[in-house]
């Protein structure tokens, strides 16, 4: 396996003047190590004698492009809440270089027809790479399995995402199929009985300010069902979006046991609970934030390696479906443009994780589980993101590439800005410092 020189020998500059700008002293990101070095952009305005433009970029940091295994870009089918195009746009400005798109979409791509629909329009407008999910169900309905097979070739994984799979007889068969094209199942785990028109977790502020609640048991008593079929089934199994603290028991136990689990949680689980609720529907989303005791199950998730990922769950909605108040607003909160910074601000900052556990979090986990490519630091494929992590800034959501606005940090103080973002080898975002400002 190369050593960190051998990376930095490669991709470091070395008298290659036929490049564009050279960055002197950027911290280098590889293997769970930072070095300093000399990064050379191959972009930019050449001279007719070749000079090389130099920046100091001691203030910047060089990192391998993030792996969001969970947002939802929102077409075909309702491009008034966001297109595949402002979505990437997003990703990029946050740094990442690779999304997976959930499937609650119109035509929901629960046949090959339907999931090539998506595939034009990715291979149209995204800037960067996007792997669509196929449905586990036909309709994200529940009574049929969708066309797994003819999907699995293009499909980065399965899931219902938006419905949690109610027959336990429906997800092992789902299960037994995806083990035997060698895909994942991903499950929205909640069982709709348990709901009881909850819209906002089941606890203190629910009941002071007379909201209906949704239950814990919701979404950890079907993922214990699904542990079970994974354990029987041996098929790969990842669990979405967990908020509990039963759910975080439950699968360290599972993973202790040997079964082929992995899961995620989002960073508004990891830094809000419902004592942060107030009646504004940028605070709503599915599951809900739950209590104070569920957040510090999760924070001991992450630190001791039970939780694998932090996706997003970037949900991007209209401004009228998000300002309803809680009871009636559509759930989901957009997150691309500010995972990184938040995460580094409040958990790599305050010491509860390290730097290269936040981006074993970010980009190395997600790439190894979901099998998503990864294009390097150099050549015509590379992936990677340069962050100011100096710049302090307050969240502004006036300033989202996405189509949506909705986030409970609006003018959260946080540090760590996004300057470029480089994704199969062509310059997706930039904020002018490093390279002319671009959207994407």
């Keep these: 396996m190369p050593t960190l020189y051998d990376i930095l020998s490669k991709i470091c500059v070395k008298g290659a003047m036929k490049l564009g700008i050279i ?4 911290q280098i990101y590889h293997s769970g190590v930072l070095a300093r070095g000399d990064f050379a952009l191959p972009f930019g305005n050449i001279s007719p004698d070749n000079a090389v433009n130099t920046v100091d970029a001691s203030d910047f940091v060089l990192l391998p492009g993030f792996a969001d295994v969970h947002v939802h870009l929102r077409e075909p089918g309702f491009s008034y809440k966001e297109t595949i195009a402002s979505g990437t746009r997003a990703a990029a400005h946050g740094g990442y270089t690779a999304v997976c798109a959930m499937p609650n979409l119109n035509p929901v791509p629960d046949r090959l027809a339907a999931l090539q629909q998506e595939l034009a329009i990715i291979e149209r407008d995204a800037v960067v790479r996007v792997l669509p999910y196929g449905a586990i169900t036909m309709g994200e309905e529940g009574d049929a399995l969708a066309d797994m097979a003819a999907m699995a070739p293009y499909a980065v994984a399965f899931s219902d995402d938006g419905r949690g799979v109610q027959s336990e007889a429906m997800m092992r068969s789902a299960m037994r199929e995806a083990m035997r094209l060698g895909k994942l199942i991903a499950a929205h785990c909640e069982d709709n009985a348990l ?10 502020y629910a009941r002071a300010h007379g909201h209906r609640g949704i239950c814990s048991e919701s979404e950890w008593e079907q ?20 908020s509990t603290k039963e759910s975080v028991a439950l699968l360290r136990r599972a993973k202790a046991e040997g079964i082929d689990v992995t899961c995620e949680t989002a960073p508004h689980y ?18 809900p934030l739950r209590d104070k005791a569920d957040r510090e199950a999760l924070l001991e998730g992450l630190s001791d390696g039970t939780i694998d ?16 108040g809680l009871e009636k607003s559509a759930m989901g909160i957009v997150g691309l443009e500010t995972a990184f910074p938040l995460l580094y601000t409040y958990l790599v900052e305050t010491n509860i994780i390290s730097f290269s556990r936040l981006i074993e979090l970010l980009h190395d986990a997600p790439c190894r589980r ?32 996405s189509m949506g606005r909705a986030t409970p ?18 310059v997706a975002w930039s ?7 671009t959207e994407g």
Excluded at 270 to 276: F, H, R, V
Excluded at 381 to 395: E, G, H, Q, R, V
């Design 195 to 204: 709901l009881n028109g909850g819209y906002i977790h089941a606890g203190a």
């Design 409 to 426: 940090f609006a003018g959260r103080q946080v540090q760590g800005r996004c300057v470029l973002t480089v994704a199969g080898g062509k």
């Design 309 to 324: 990922i932090i996706a997003t769950d970037h949900a991007p909605h209209s401004t009228e479906e998000k300002n309803r």
């Design 223 to 242: 993922l214990e069902r699904d542990l079970e079929l994974a354990r029987e089934t041996g098929c790969g199994y990842h669990a979405c979006h967990i």
């Design 431 to 437: 904020d002018g410092t490093l390279l002319p400002h």
């Design 270 to 287: 990891l830094l809000l609970d419902d004592s942060q609720l107030c009646e504004d529907g940028r605070f709503k989303m599915n599951p």
């Design 370 to 401: 979901f099998g998503i490519p990864w294009g390097g630091m150099d050549g015509q494929s590379a992936d990677y993101t340069i962050f100011n992590l100096n710049s302090t800034y307050s969240i502004d959501p006036g300033s989202f590439l």
């Design 23 to 26: 960055l002197k002293g950027i």
